[in-house]
């Protein structure tokens, strides 16, 4: 089984739109995870348009329609592996184990807000991820998304993917 997964779109801003390469992926997965920041409901929308179930959380910049419509932070299960997302995993420091404890029965977390990429894991195979930002980079060096693959008994690998953003896009608000 493949999820795409992305986070911190931040649209509608200015002329920003999701990469093409980014939506092919979103679509021809069979799960989209976002871990928050979309900003209004019509990216929600947009998002389920896609195909695949949509499973999301709200992030600090998303408007109150967006935080009735989704939960602060969600597990679920697929294909034998338990995932946890949020959007805000806090500190970098004792980040990792500090997941581990806020998401006791979970195999990894999707986490969001800093728009860096990461993947970390711990001894026990534990791990974090997160894809960075398809619109917004920041400091990181590309616009990012993940893939992760679900395997036989629910091994659970992570990859970022460097998107190229659309000719002419701008990731700074017009």
């Known amino acids: ?21 980014c ?13 928050g920041d979309l900003m209004t409901v019509g990216v929600l929308k947009e998002l ?9 959380v709200y992030g600090n ?7 009735r419509a989704l939960p602060e932070r969600v ?5 034998g592996a338990r995932i946890g997302v949020v959007h805000d995993a806090g500190a970098r420091r004792g980040r990792l184990a500090r997941m581990r404890a806020a998401f006791q029965d979970a195999d990894a977390v999707i986490f969001g807000h800093s728009h860096t990429p990461l993947h970390e894991q711990d001894e026990e195979g534990f ?5 960075g930002s ?15 693959r679900v395997g ?16 002419g896009w701008s990731d700074v608000p017009a």
């Open 1 to 21: 089984m493949q999820l795409a997964i992305i986070s911190d779109t931040h649209m509608p801003r200015g002329n920003r739109r999701l990469p093409d390469e």
């Open 23 to 35: 939506v092919e992926r979103l679509r021809s997965s069979e799960l989209i995870v976002h871990a």
């Open 48 to 56: 389920r348009s896609f195909g695949p179930e949509v499973i999301a």
């Open 61 to 67: 910049v998303d408007d109150a329609d967006v935080r």
């Open 75 to 79: 597990e679920f299960e697929v294909a």
């Open 127 to 131: 791990q974090i991820f997160n894809p």
């Open 134 to 148: 398809p619109t917004e980079r920041r400091r990181a060096p590309a616009h990012t998304m993940g893939i992760a």
């Open 152 to 167: 036989s008994r629910g091994a659970l690998q992570f990859e970022l993917l460097t998107l190229e953003p659309p000719r």
